[in-house]
């Protein structure tokens, strides 16, 4: 493979060991930086903000001309998706994303043929990012993955254990297997058409991949993971893709086996030494610091990003944090992360 070597994060991701660790933050643009505050005051709610190429611009470029960041990563939501296919979503601050509850009836009214024209926004974002951002700077894209977004679907927020969409995928097989077809083919093609627009590697965010067992991680998240690569990889050949399957625990090289990813995000519950015994040394992995560490900052903070650059050192490895950064975070504290990161 020719080296890649004017990106070093997308270099990463597809296998080439760096001489230390690009760094990109998930959630590096949000509610922690007081620019994005400013900016998300001036719409009317946070899907007009991901619907504004402008403002979804000037959202994704905010933490990169604060910090020393490899990557910057499309500003959006997994739950465009449903948006798109004409489900209810909305926002409520301190509630986070509301969507009326799909039952079988639902499924069957999701609308296909309206999604890519109703997620044109997105795609003109990418473009003027492709055009502002400097060369040597990788540009994400991404979508949830088929469980997580169904989970949201089917049950209507978010919850701690997903238990109607666990159930709703029990007691009505034939629906739930419905309503993961539309997502997988709406996924392919969003992402094709991410890729289309300039963006250089895409991240599969399976945010609720715990809580299943075997039998259910299989069918609910490896399959239609592995589908959705297959079906981009047509469309877009040798697409790279990140695959952050949160909670997966030992079913992590299940799931890089099953799916062909590129990278596989690693969360902070995760030891370093399960990854290293598990998942081949040429495999490219993301992560894990935990987002309360960024928090508290301080010697611990740096001891334990210094020991997660150390145990991933012989191998491709992007540092990352092993979940999304959080409001409460000092903006002090990422400046050093991404310096002791860059420079030691």
Not at 6 to 23: D, F, N, Y
Request: net charge negative.
């Amino acid at each position: 493979m020719a080296p890649v070597t004017h990106k070093p994060l997308l270099a990463t991701v597809l296998g080439q060991r760096q001489e230390r660790p690009p760094i990109w933050i998930m959630r590096q643009a949000g509610r922690y930086l007081p620019e994005y505050r400013q900016t998300r005051a001036q719409t009317g709610g946070f899907l007009e903000l991901c619907y504004t190429p402008e403002l979804a611009v000037e959202v994704t470029l905010q933490p990169l001309r604060r910090f020393d960041l490899d990557a910057a990563i499309l500003f959006s939501d997994i739950l465009v998706i449903p948006d798109a296919l004409g489900q209810s979503v909305r926002f409520a601050t301190g509630e986070g994303p509301l969507l009326e509850p799909l039952d079988e009836k639902g499924i069957d009214s999701l609308d296909r043929d309206r999604a890519m024209s109703h997620l044109a926004p997105v795609f003109e974002t990418l473009r003027r990012l492709r055009a502002a951002l400097p060369a040597e700077k990788t540009l994400i894209g991404f979508c949830g993955a088929p469980w997580t977004v169904a989970t949201y679907m089917l049950g209507g927020r978010g919850s701690p254990d997903q238990w109607t969409a666990r159930r709703f995928a029990l007691e009505h097989p034939e629906a739930f297997d419905k309503l993961i077809d539309i997502l997988v083919d709406t996924s392919i093609d969003y992402l094709a058409g991410q890729f289309e627009a300039g963006a250089d590697v895409v991240q599969l965010f399976e945010s609720w991949a715990l809580n299943l067992d075997d039998a259910s991680f299989a069918r609910q998240v490896m399959e239609p993971n592995r589908r959705i690569v297959e079906g981009l990889r047509q469309r877009v050949p040798d697409a790279p893709v990140i695959g952050f399957p949160r909670g997966a625990a030992g079913n992590l090289r299940r799931f890089s086996e099953a799916t062909g990813v590129n990278a596989l995000g690693i969360d902070f519950a995760t030891p370093i030494e399960f990854v290293n015994a598990h998942l081949p040394p040429e495999l490219a992995v993301q992560g894990n610091l935990d987002p309360l560490r960024l928090v508290v900052g301080g010697e611990a903070m740096e001891r334990q990003a210094r020991a997660i650059i150390q145990g991933f050192a012989n191998r491709p490895h992007i540092f990352n944090l092993g979940h999304g950064i959080v409001p409460e975070t000092p903006i002090a504290h990422v400046e050093r992360l991404v310096e002791l990161v860059k420079r030691g």
